[in-house]
Structure formats: C-alpha cells, structure tokens
C-alpha cells in the first residue's frame, strides 16, 4: 500500500525540516510526502520543497489544508502529520499493517517540552483515545483513502476538525492504536504556561462536547480566552 503523508504547515520554517527529514526513507520507498501551505511569510516553503514531492498552496486552516492534500494525493493510505510533530523513519510498515485489518488508526504521542507534568498528559491523552476511540491530529491519524472519502474528509470547520473526523470514522470502526509514539512539540505549554494550557484543552473539548460553536473554540484556543457556550449537542463521544 502506497502511503501519502500530508503535512499542513504555517510559518513552520524553524521545525520543518525536523518533520520531514525523517520522511526521506519513506520517499525512498515509493511513499509521497506533500506539503500545503497556509500562506506562509517565512522560508517554510522554500525548506519544504527539497523534502517533499509537493508543495501545494491551500487557504490557511488545517481541515482546508488537509483536504486539499488528500484531494492531490496518490496514495492508498493517507497520513495525515502535523509540521511539528515527528515520525520515525520505519513507521511506514506499521500504518501498512494497521491499515490491512482497519479502516483508520492514530499513533500514541509523546511531548517534547521542558515542564516535568508532559509526560503524564501524554499518558492520559493516549488512554483517553484508546477508550474513546478519538484521536487527536497530533497522534498522526492514518485512514485508508476509501474510507476518508467516504466520511466526506474533514470537516469544514476552523477547529476540532480531528475530533469530528474520529467520530465519523469511528461509525466504520474503531482506530488501530499504534503503541510506539510519535513526538509532538510542547511548545505551547512552555510558552503559555503548564497548567493554563492543560486547563484550556479540557475546557475547549468540554465545550465542544455541550455544543459549542466551533468558530468560538477557534477563537478562544488562537486567543487563549475562554470561549462562548453556545449551540447544540453535537454528540461527541
């Protein structure tokens, strides 16, 4: 099975090359790497270039990114990977294995940062998603293209987008849960604060949970202030 990485990125030109370089190997073995920026004003582009088999432009918003990644894509299997998280040079066999008995999966995750409590986040996330099902885009969600396809992709909204495609691919099967992690970056605990970050990603996913507008999350998680309650009940699980 032929995979194709797709990589959203936005003024990521200090950690780009880290996600991609180890994606070379992959190359090497028949997989596409296509990156799509956001519109970007830094040299993202021009790093990326060397590193992927595409670079496509798309308007800024990972649901948009993502979609228009998978809409040029080649591959049988989709990997969906964000610019700041890393996978190892020989993950390729495992999505291949995952997806020969599944219809999507999700890697645990590990938190590269300086606070000492990461560790434990990592942990719950990863226990949370086992049980729920859900994963989350910094696990890298893998899905096979007919089954992507069939859930309509991601939807258009400006957040919880991976939150929302769990759910619908849940519906075709439960995730293979891949135990060797791939490596996110901590950036935002250490740069907002430990405990304030680990407050807002529980508060904005309890919103979600009780009907919030998407579009008030966006805002609430890009301004870090708590967003509106509003909407109905979407049914997350």
């Not at 996913?205 to 805002?219: E, K, M, Q, S, V």
Request: aromatic share 8%; proline share 6%.
């Amino acid at each position: 099975m032929r995979l194709s990485v797709i990589v959203p990125a936005w003024n990521e030109a200090g950690g780009i090359h880290h996600s991609l370089a180890p994606l070379q190997p992959w190359r090497g073995r028949g997989h596409e790497v296509i990156v799509v920026d956001g519109g970007s004003d830094d040299d993202t582009v021009h790093l990326a270039t060397p590193l992927a088999d595409r670079v496509i432009r798309a308007p800024r918003g990972r649901a948009n990114q993502q979609n228009a990644g998978a809409a040029v894509a080649k591959g049988e299997g989709l990997v969906f990977l964000h610019a700041d998280t890393r996978l190892s040079g020989e993950a390729d066999a495992l999505i291949q294995r995952a997806l020969a008995t599944h219809h999507w999966g999700r890697f645990d995750v590990r938190i590269a940062g300086r606070h000492p409590g990461l560790p434990l986040v990592a942990a719950l996330m990863n226990r949370r998603s086992r049980l729920s099902g859900i994963a989350t885009g910094d696990q890298a969600i893998f899905v096979r293209r007919e089954a992507f396809e069939a859930v309509g992709g991601f939807p258009a909204q400006p957040l919880m987008e991976d939150i929302e495609l769990s759910r619908r691919l849940k519906r075709l099967g439960r995730p293979a849960c891949l135990r060797p992690p791939v490596t996110t970056s901590g950036r935002r605990w250490d740069e907002h604060g430990f405990w304030r970050t680990v407050w807002l990603m529980w508060h904005l996913r309890l919103a979600y949970f009780f009907g919030a507008d998407p579009a008030d999350l966006a805002r609430a998680y890009y301004g870090f202030s708590p967003p509106k309650k509003t909407g109905q009940n979407t049914g997350f699980e």
